[in-house]
């Protein structure tokens, strides 16, 4: 009975749909989070009778097949670049990104890896640097004796020394930006990597056309809105258990047919 198969893919696909809301869900407070949504299709059709093949020796023409879906699967898991609600928090190094483009970081191996959270800090030597300790791309470095640190909207960092009147430029920020932003590959830890499917990146300072301004004192909350996330879980949990049904209904059915 293809039933039983059939509904068995469907409580596949609202499982991951369910992980996907969940993760979600788990991430709602998390800085620079895109939330995920899930895309589905449908598996191949069995033709039982094909549309357009002939009817009678008279030329006669089927005019709608019969065809058997046979399930569902899961095409892709997609994240929206909503922008999330900017937050401020009054610290002199946490920057926001509003509008398009991404931090480059220098990972470890020395590959470079993209994020839009922008809740930075200092390293021993006075980098600016990612939570992780990761340094923020092109390197700029604080001097120690600086008493104060402004970065402007086109992400110019000017520092004030003691003893000094006028700010000193120590660095100019870049922002990456993708063809495909769906196309990143997500790392964990809020960094992401580029893929064929993203595209090469394109930089340039913010506020350039086609590139978001710099915050600064502001971090980039989740985009995740928890209503919505609670509607579509309704929604899985309710396809979930009407597929569960259509199992159990043709376990009853096959019962009923081992009993004649």
Not at 190 to 201: E, H, K, V
């Amino acid at each position: 009975m293809r039933a039983l198969d059939i509904a068995a893919t469907g409580m596949q696909a609202q499982q991951t749909n369910v992980e996907v809301i969940a993760n979600n869900i788990a991430n709602m407070t998390t800085t620079g989070y895109q939330r995920q949504r899930v895309e589905f299709q449908d598996l191949l059709y069995q033709d039982l009778r094909r549309a357009g093949s002939n009817s009678s020796d008279a030329g006669t023409i089927v005019p709608s097949g019969t065809q058997i879906g046979l399930g569902v699967k899961t095409a892709a898991i997609y994240r929206i670049d909503q922008q999330g609600n900017l937050q401020q928090t009054n610290n002199s190094l946490d920057l926001a990104i509003s509008g398009n483009g991404w931090f480059q970081v220098t990972l470890p191996s020395g590959q470079t890896a993209y994020t839009r959270d922008g809740t930075f800090g200092l390293s021993p030597n006075g980098e600016i640097v990612t939570a992780d300790g990761y340094v923020v791309q092109p390197g700029i470095q604080i001097p120690s004796n600086a008493t104060n640190v402004t970065i402007n909207a086109s992400g110019q960092v000017q520092v004030s020394l003691s003893g000094q009147t006028a700010p000193q430029t120590v660095g100019q920020l870049q922002l990456a930006a993708f063809p495909n932003d769906a196309g990143l590959e997500a790392q964990g830890g809020n960094l992401f990597i580029q893929t064929a499917a993203s595209g090469d990146p394109v930089t340039a300072t913010p506020s350039s056309p086609g590139f978001g301004s710099v915050q600064q004192g502001f971090v980039e909350n989740s985009n995740v809105n928890v209503v919505s996330e609670i509607t579509d879980l309704i929604t899985a949990q309710r396809a979930y258990e009407m597929n569960s049904q259509v199992i159990t209904t043709s376990n009853q059915m096959m019962n009923t047919l081992t009993q004649l």
